[in-house]
């Protein structure tokens, strides 16, 4: 089950929910940074976030059928990351259309994955959000490119902060979902030892 999944590794959802939020914060606490920084700074985040994203597909290969949507949602990270790495000098509106579109690219693969989980677990729908959240963020920054520096920073900021909170949401649900199936894996088992 791609619930027992995540439960099972529902840290790696809380640290990638963090590290967003550290991102988004970052971003607000230096408004003046270049854009050089700010470029090098979501290499980082894409990077470690989809490194991450792999981490959580891989270890539950076995048990879950779907674990590709998480592999192919971490692939994208760690490639957007590595592409921004590769050109830190790029402009404004480059720099926009690489986070837009990996932003809508992860938001849709975040909304597959709810999809699949919906019958597994309860609160699938913090998962919808936060697909949303980046799927809304990059069709604006497509619609939007030339918009400045300042306030794409801004906007980067805030989405990965939302974002970054809808994950550490979704972390706990699905922690507490663990618990939960821990308890009725032991009872079934209980009961079948008793007939």
Known sequence: ?????????????????????????????????TLVTLVSLFGAFAFLDGSFAVFNAFSGRKENENWWVLLLEGLLGIAFGIITFQAPGITATVLILYIAFWAMATGVLRIILAVRLRKEIEGEWWMVLAGLTSVVFGVLMVARPGEGALAVLWIVATWAIVGGV????????????????????????DRHARA
């Open 1 to 33: 089950m791609l619930a027992k999944l995540l439960a099972v590794s529902w840290w790696v959802l809380l640290v990638r929910g963090l590290i967003s939020i550290l991102f988004g914060i970052s971003a607000y606490a230096w408004p003046g940074m």
């Open 166 to 189: 809808f994950l550490v949401v979704l972390a706990f649900k699905v922690k507490a979902l663990g618990g939960r199936l821990d308890e009725l894996k032991k009872r079934l088992a």
